[in-house]
């Protein structure tokens, strides 16, 4: 079956330090990839996407994600938390014939330290 | 901004009762993907319009429909609400399915069933 994994529900990190987010899938195709935030009482925001590739993906604010086909893994890495990075972060799967119709993870939620 | 505006924001309404929630899609998008949020269930793609045609089915309830009007607007008809249904109800948007359309979303519509 086709699914994502989020092991963390909820992380925090202390501002400036780094941070990881780890995204395990399951997808019978070459699958697309994508990282999103959600902030409260806001939408999703794309940060980043894995079509194909160099497997090591920059996205907006400063996010990153590397893709491991051996792991079946999409981790999402920051060098350096901000408190605005404070947010509801989802990890999504997609087929190549239709993007948009996306399985999420569970979702995990980051909690910033001052 | 999205570009992407769901009415209404809130939805408050008891149980047995029927619900319209609107989708305007971003100004050159002709693809519209319906998703819920809820807690137990997390995000979960219910369905999906391209060009007023319906492209693909997800977890969607036979008490729900939705269709995209000529003006490409969407709309979700929920009848015979349930308690369950409670949720965070996100419209997203794109140009088109393929991979070079990401998805923009809308900020929901939360519905309440009392």
């Known amino acids: 079956a086709q699914s994502v994994t989020q092991p963390d529900i909820h992380i925090t990190v202390s501002e400036g330090a780094s941070l990881e987010l780890r995204c395990n899938y399951s997808?019978?195709?070459?699958?697309?990839l994508f990282w999103y935030v959600q902030s409260p009482g806001q939408g999703l925001q794309l940060l980043l996407k894995?079509?194909?590739?160099?497997?090591l993906v920059q996205g907006i604010k400063g996010f990153e994600a590397e893709f491991k086909r051996s792991q079946s893994s999409f981790n999402l890495r920051k060098p350096s938390v901000h408190w605005s990075d404070a947010a509801e972060y989802f990890c999504?799967?997609?087929?190549?014939?239709?993007?948009?119709?996306?399985?999420f993870g569970q979702g995990t939620t980051l909690q910033v330290k001052p | 901004d999205s570009g992407v505006t769901q009415t209404p924001k809130h939805l408050i309404t008891a149980t047995g009762q029927r619900v319209t929630l609107r989708c305007s899609p971003r100004?050159?998008?002709?693809?519209v993907y319906w998703y819920q949020q809820s807690l137990d269930q997390g995000l979960q793609f219910l369905i999906q319009y391209y060009n007023g045609e319906e492209r693909a089915k997800g977890n969607i309830l036979e008490r729900f429909s939705a269709q995209q009007f000529p003006d490409l607007h969407s709309e979700l008809n929920l009848s015979s609400l349930e308690l369950g249904d409670s949720a965070l109800y996100f419209c997203?948007?794109?140009?088109?399915?393929?991979?070079?359309?990401?998805?923009?979303f809308g900020n929901g519509t939360r519905l309440t069933v009392t």
């Open positions: 894995y079509f194909s590739g160099d497997t």
């Open positions: 997203a948007s794109s140009v088109d399915p393929g991979q070079n359309s990401p998805l923009h």
């Open positions: 999504a799967v997609g087929a190549r014939s239709n993007t948009g119709k996306l399985i």
């Open positions: 100004s050159g998008d002709l693809s």
């Open positions: 997808y019978g195709a070459t699958p697309y």
